[in-house]
């Protein structure tokens, strides 16, 4: 049954409210036990320990959550990238499969099929809605490619303060691109990625959550891919 | 419409790219002065270690001093029976975080920063390996 409440800016943004703030949450967290973490470390050198306003300024916490946002991005990138022309069958995740590729103008209410509602470059034509087209795969590339960016600069900068604490020569960008310390870091957390995407199109074949846009009907069959039809 | 509402993005857009600019400089010139705070302490402390081992060893690391103490011997005795290199010129300063590297045509000294500004934590160092991931073996260092 469909509520007849009033709507409220707090009800029709409460996903990005409440991810916001599970965000901050979860950084405040992150800042606070790598604070911890950083200390111990420090103590157990003998070296001077530092305040959360240090910590939160330093490489080494730019780093740690510079890795994480780059393979989010990367994710989504990937995701929104390949479910274009790649189908799972039965899978809420996925196009129906016959339907790879990037669509008719009909379908995609570009060209003489656009709404006058529909946003500013979808109706320009030409270049601007070439652009507009593919510009949530750009946004999210280069906000990939940024924090990536971010995680190889703080990345080495952290790993030559600890070189350097261990009598170890510093290494340039060069060397640290090519290095245990950043590939590590970048896989390790590729493959979460990955695998969340993975697992979340072959869940979605076979169970359910009822009420969320994630999910098939409860009741459709597994076989049928999208639920909408 | 479109024409309207360009100028305003590209302001903003404009603004952000100004202050990332700003703050890369900044960090720039922070980072230059790290190096030179680094290396004035380095100086310092390879010319006290012949004309005032007892300023020299102020210069240490709470731990190195501890070290060199451990036997019940005054930190400036001990610090002169290492016979530290004469360093020579200065080649580079490597800063990162709370860490520096100081080398020298004849040594290598690596510092640590705290409360009270750098202080160094190894001197009298040299490679003994040609591996990277093989420490730098130092004359004066904690533990």
């Known amino acids: 049954m469909t509520e007849h409440r009033p709507r409220s800016f707090w009800r029709d943004n409460a996903l990005s409210l409440v991810f916001g703030g599970l965000l901050l949450c979860a950084l405040g967290g992150q800042a ?70 990037r669509e008719s ?58 070189r350097m604490r261990y009598l170890l020569d510093p290494i340039g960008l060069g060397a640290y691109l090519v290095s245990p310390d950043f590939w590590g870091r970048t896989l ?18 076979y169970l359910r959550e009822r009420g969320s846009p994630e999910s098939k009907e409860v009741g459709a069959p597994h076989a049928v891919t999208q639920s909408s039809d | 419409m479109m024409g309207q509402r360009l100028p305003a993005r590209m302001g903003t857009a404009s603004v952000l790219v100004m202050g990332l600019a700003v703050a890369l400089w900044l960090s720039g010139c922070g980072a230059d002065v790290e190096r030179q705070q680094a290396g004035t302490v380095a100086d310092a402390f390879a010319a006290d270690v ?15 001093k501890q070290s060199l103490e ?53 001197a009298g160092c040299a490679r003994t390996s040609p591996d990277q991931a093989v420490p730098y073996d130092c004359s004066v260092q904690a533990g």
């Open chain 1, 105 to 162: 103008d009909e379908k995609q209410l570009i060209g003489s099929f656009a709404r006058p509602d529909s946003p500013a470059w979808a109706r320009a034509g030409g270049w601007r809605t070439r652009v507009y087209s593919h510009s949530l795969v750009l946004v999210m590339a280069v906000v990939f490619l940024a924090s990536w960016s971010a995680q190889a600069v703080a990345g080495r900068v952290a790993d030559n303060e600890e």
């Open chain 2, 70 to 122: 451990k036997d019940g011997e005054p930190c400036a005795r001990a610090l002169t029976k290492e016979d530290l290199p004469t360093p020579g010129k200065r080649a580079g300063v490597s800063v990162a975080g709370h860490s520096a590297q100081v080398r020298y045509a004849e040594d290598t000294v690596f510092l640590s920063l705290f409360d009270d500004g750098w202080r160094v934590t190894a």
């Open chain 1, 188 to 205: 390790q957390n590729w493959q979460s990625e990955l695998l969340a995407i993975g697992t979340m199109a072959v869940f979605a074949i």
């Open chain 1, 32 to 101: 606070v036990w790598g604070l911890l973490g950083y200390n111990e470390a420090a103590r157990t050198a003998g070296l001077q320990e530092v305040s959360f306003g240090r910590y939160v300024t330093s490489s080494g916490f730019a780093v740690d959550v510079a890795e994480n946002w780059q393979s989010e991005f990367l994710q989504f990138v990937l995701y929104i990238a390949l479910t274009v022309w790649l189908v799972q069958r039965g899978s809420s995740e996925s196009k129906e499969p016959g339907d790879e590729g």
């Open chain 2, 50 to 64: 012949s004309e005032d081992p007892q300023a020299a060893c102020a210069l240490l690391a709470p731990r190195t």
